[in-house]
């Protein structure tokens, strides 16, 4: 996967996530979209993937009608925003979980266990809604789809950076 490509993802997430934080009627019914699509299975809410089709860049977008890793991506990352919102830059989902404590860590280990995107989606809803439970926890959501694409292609490497942000957050303490 080259970097330039995971770098338009993260940058792609980060400017919808502007759009739709802003103070006006079309981003505020995009973003409600949005955050009815974050019940659903990845890419099954037609209102959610026909606003992702209108804006996505060509290089992110697929054309067998079945959606891409990037896709993918940049649905659960923009949908999660919307539902759990604060966006922390900087901040990756190890270093978001661990700020919750111990009491977070078998969520993160069934996450761990995900094997289809679907399942993933379903572990990482819980993480997300229990980080945005805690006051001044967030998480980058660029970050984020640029870590959903890594673990559709290599889930082990993209598990194992999760879990040293996890562990190196919890030392800095």
């Given at each position: 996967m080259?970097?330039?490509?995971?770098?338009?993802?993260?940058?792609?997430?980060?400017n919808r996530i502007k759009m739709i934080s802003l103070d006006k009627s079309d981003a505020k019914g995009e973003a409600a979209v949005w955050r009815h699509a974050f019940a659903k299975p990845v890419c099954e809410d037609m209102k959610a993937w026909s606003l992702l089709e209108r804006d996505i860049p060509q290089e992110l977008a697929g054309f067998s009608g079945k959606p891409t890793e990037k896709e993918n991506a940049a649905y659960m990352a923009i949908s999660a925003f919307a539902a759990c919102g604060s966006n922390t830059p900087t901040v990756s989902l190890g270093q978001a979980v661990a700020a919750l404590g111990e009491n977070s860590r078998q969520r993160f280990t069934r996450l761990e266990k995900s094997k289809t995107i679907n399942e993933l989606w379903m572990n990482l809803k819980g993480l997300l809604r229990l980080v945005s439970s805690k006051n001044g926890t967030g998480l980058d959501y660029g970050m984020l789809a640029q870590e959903i694409v890594n673990w559709q292609f290599d889930p082990i490497k993209t598990i194992r950076s999760w879990e040293r942000d996890y562990y190196s957050k919890k030392e800095k303490k």
């Open positions: 080259d970097k330039e490509k995971k770098v338009t993802v993260g940058s792609f997430v980060a």
